[in-house]
């Protein structure tokens, strides 16, 4: 069981930037890809980022390329996503994932465990 705890959400105006956290305990952390999808309103939950347990390998969704920007620090057992010149159409719950397989959260099928989320609100 892994437990995931996200942070870091909040209002921002267009343009603005804001850095969220997850941290996980249970199981060992490294061992697992760590992703970010997100939700919005009326809308189904989409792939947003995701980063190998090595960290070495990163992946994003098309419409974050170049804004968004996934790491992740195996001894704080922490995953982070640094989002910059936001946009309104970036407002959703953002929600962390951990999987064992990398490809089952870049294919958009989902992940093994799930944060609760965190909302983000980019206001125009």
């Known amino acids: 069981q892994v437990l995931l705890v996200e942070s870091g959400g909040g209002l921002v105006q267009a343009g603005g930037s804001l850095r969220l956290s997850c941290a996980a305990s249970?199981?060992?952390?490294?061992?697992?890809?760590m992703g970010w999808f997100r939700q919005a309103p009326g809308k189904e939950r989409e792939f947003v980022a995701a980063?190998?347990?090595?960290?070495?390998?990163?992946y994003y969704a098309d419409s974050v390329k170049g804004r968004f920007t996934i790491s992740r620090d195996n001894a704080k057992n922490t995953v982070y996503l640094q989002m910059i010149s936001l946009k309104p159409g970036d407002t959703a719950v953002y929600y962390c994932?951990?999987?064992?397989?990398?490809?089952?959260?870049?294919?958009?099928?989902?992940?093994?465990?799930w944060g609760q989320g965190t909302q983000v609100t980019v206001s125009s």
């Open positions: 980063i190998s347990w090595s960290g070495g390998n990163t």
């Open positions: 994932a951990a999987s064992q397989r990398l490809t089952t959260m870049t294919d958009g099928v989902g992940a093994d465990y």
């Open positions: 249970g199981r060992t952390f490294s061992v697992y890809a």
